[in-house]
């Protein structure tokens, strides 16, 4: 059983700084991606970025390029989402994936999330 836990989330001003973390339980696969999702109230889960385990490939998605970087710890078997120049529109509760077949796409280990609010 992977357990994911996320931390780093709060209440921070539009164009403040905040920095997630994703910790597991268990080994990550080295041949699955992980990444960082979020949802805002009535709106679906969408992708936000990711990272493949083994090769250390990233992608984002558009509206957080040059804003959030994600990267990872394999010695904590934590990964982390940076985020910068935070925008109302980011907003959301941020949840951690893994044991995906590819970046962006959605593996089966979720976290519970963790709140991002920011306040124009």
């Known amino acids: 059983q992977v357990e994911l836990v996320e931390s780093g989330g709060g209440l921070v001003q539009a164009g403040g700084s905040l920095t997630l973390s994703c910790t597991t339980s268990?080994?990550?696969?080295?041949?699955?991606?992980m990444g960082w999702f979020r949802q805002a109230p009535g709106d679906v889960r969408e992708f936000v970025a990711g990272?493949?385990?083994?090769?250390?490939?990233?992608a984002y998605e558009s509206s957080v390029q040059g804003r959030f970087t994600i990267s990872r710890d394999a010695a904590k078997n934590a990964v982390y989402l940076q985020m910068n120049n935070l925008k109302p529109e980011d907003t959301a509760m941020y949840y951690c994936?893994?044991?995906?077949?590819?970046?962006?796409?959605?593996?089966?280990?979720w976290g519970r999330g963790t709140q991002v609010t920011v306040s124009s």
């Open positions: 268990a080994h990550i696969f080295t041949d699955y991606a």
């Open positions: 990272l493949h385990w083994s090769t250390d490939a990233t």
């Open positions: 994936n893994a044991g995906a077949p590819g970046i962006g796409s959605r593996g089966a280990y």
